[in-house]
């Protein structure tokens, strides 16, 4: 009788530990563009789709396997682990599908086919008939410019970023999902960031999505464990 107590209990446990919960969960991917995407949970067909910043809710359990609905930019096939079920947020990355480009042959091969500017040739190289003090002069004006352009001002740390501050604060609160309270602390943590200076001023905004999403993930843990 006590064995048959202890083999309930067991089968017990064993059906909890089997029970599917809610979790929350954001692919992480690099064209923001490629979003929403569609997660399907192989093992229950439970199809979801994410919203605009990569976040999904769907009932999971380890060794669940979710894959995407077939698309021309992603591609997945992830094994949920014990270990991602002690997360809050579970993150995902999928993996980037790799365009082929067909070969292509050149009849006929001219400076403008292989993207050169003769007149950017002319401008960049000094005339040869100067004299040494011209030459040596035109070097000078060529470091200092080269200098010039690849200076950095650098910022006291009661700055906020300008650059970050100056984005719709939509895309702190909407997309990065940062407490309204702390948005402009979060421009103050920005602040030493200057790689992101460059991405806003390129106009390169998948890299500055990208690059904002990972440093709000920092931003918000550290908030988290100065709160604990």
Not at 5 to 33: C, D, G, P, W
Not at 55 to 63: A, G, K, L, R
Not at 155 to 162: A, F
Not at 198 to 204: E, L, S
């Amino acid at each position: 009788m006590k064995y048959a107590y202890f083999l309930l209990f067991f089968i017990s446990v064993a059906a909890v530990a089997q029970t599917r919960s809610e979790y929350k969960m954001r692919l992480m991917v690099n064209e923001i563009s490629a979003l929403p995407l569609t997660v399907i949970n192989s093992s229950t067909n439970e199809t979801v789709k994410t919203d605009v910043a990569g976040y999904f809710v769907m009932q999971i359990q380890t060794s669940d396997e979710l894959v995407l609905q077939e698309n021309d930019l992603y591609q997945l096939q992830y094994q949920i682990r014990a270990s991602d079920l002690q997360n809050t947020l579970i993150r995902i990355y999928p993996q980037p599908l790799t365009t082929v480009l067909e070969e292509v042959k050149v009849e006929q091969i001219t400076a403008k086919s292989l993207g050169i500017d003769a007149n950017t040739i002319i401008d960049n190289t000094p005339n040869m008939n100067m004299d040494f003090f011209a030459m040596i002069s035109w070097l000078v004006k060529k470091v200092k410019k080269k200098r010039s352009d690849n200076e950095i001002k650098l910022r006291s740390k009661n700055e906020m970023n300008p650059y970050v501050a100056a984005l719709p604060r939509s895309v702190m609160t909407d997309y990065l999902k940062i407490p309204d309270s702390l948005v402009e602390k979060f421009y103050y943590f920005m602040n030493d960031d200057y790689m992101i200076d460059q991405y806003i001023k390129n106009d390169d905004e998948a890299k500055w999505k990208i690059h904002l999403l990972d440093k709000s993930f920092e931003f918000l843990e550290q908030e988290n464990a100065t709160e604990r």
